[in-house]
């Protein structure tokens, strides 16, 4: 399984644009890379997924190089309800036998 | 979105005592579903998966006479901690995945055990 490195932590402000980067050298070429937001005590929620370039939907893109061996999340113009953590997460999406990975996450931060 | 729900949202048991929790897929058949383990400030760890009408994969180092996983409908998955004892709290999440979509999660389980 294809494992993903994350900034632990990252602060920003409202109205800022926040863009965090996952490295995932090892990704295979079945690998979709997902992205997951999480608020405390709940479970993960679903914000974005893609294969390759960039894919953009009403709260956030995704920004994938030619050799997808790591993906950008952008946030744009972030308010309080952002501060959460963010999983950036590959894998296989022929089948859906196989769980998610979890890496360490990153922990955003955002201050009035 | 296809929606995963867990029942309960928390529970605190006495120590020795076993806990069920439920995992259920609302509008889609999930053949496989899966549970993870979250401590504080943790991220998610898979404990095990789980196969309708077979027996679940545990991950290594999850004891699985301790979290018994019953898979017994495509559209329900229960995690059941015996005996549980205090260093067993946790948030407990499961997941279901589609084919070619991506992985959907319940609201999680925060047990405590006292």
């Known amino acids: 399984l294809a494992k993903t490195t994350q900034p632990i932590s990252m602060d920003s402000y409202e109205g800022q644009e926040v863009n965090i980067t996952c490295s995932h050298n090892n990704i295979a070429t079945n690998d979709y890379i997902t992205w997951y937001q999480q608020f405390p005590s709940q479970g993960p929620r679903f914000i974005i997924q893609g294969y390759k370039t960039k894919v953009t939907n009403e709260v956030a893109s995704l920004f994938i190089p030619a050799d997808r061996k790591s993906s950008t999340l952008s946030l744009p113009r972030v308010s309080l309800s952002d501060t959460a953590v963010y999983y950036c997460l590959v894998g296989d999406m022929r089948t859906g036998r196989r769980a998610l990975t979890f890496g360490s996450g990153t922990r955003l931060q955002v201050q009035p | 979105g296809a929606v995963v729900s867990q029942h309960p949202s928390w529970v605190i048991c006495k120590s020795g005592t076993s806990v069920k929790i439920e995992c259920r897929s609302l509008d889609f058949q999930a053949t496989t579903m899966f549970w993870y383990r979250q401590f504080p400030k943790q991220s998610l760890m898979l404990m095990a998966t789980?196969?309708?009408?077979?027996?679940?994969?545990?991950e290594q180092g999850v004891e699985k006479d301790k979290f018994l996983i019953n898979h017994a409908s495509l559209t329900l998955s229960t995690l059941t901690v015996t005996s549980a004892h205090p260093e067993d709290s946790s948030f407990y999440i499961c997941?279901?995945?589609?084919?070619?979509?991506?992985?959907?999660f319940g609201q999680g389980t925060r047990l405590t055990v006292v």
């Open positions: 789980s196969n309708e009408g077979s027996k679940a994969t545990y």
């Open positions: 997941s279901a995945r589609l084919l070619r979509t991506e992985a959907f």
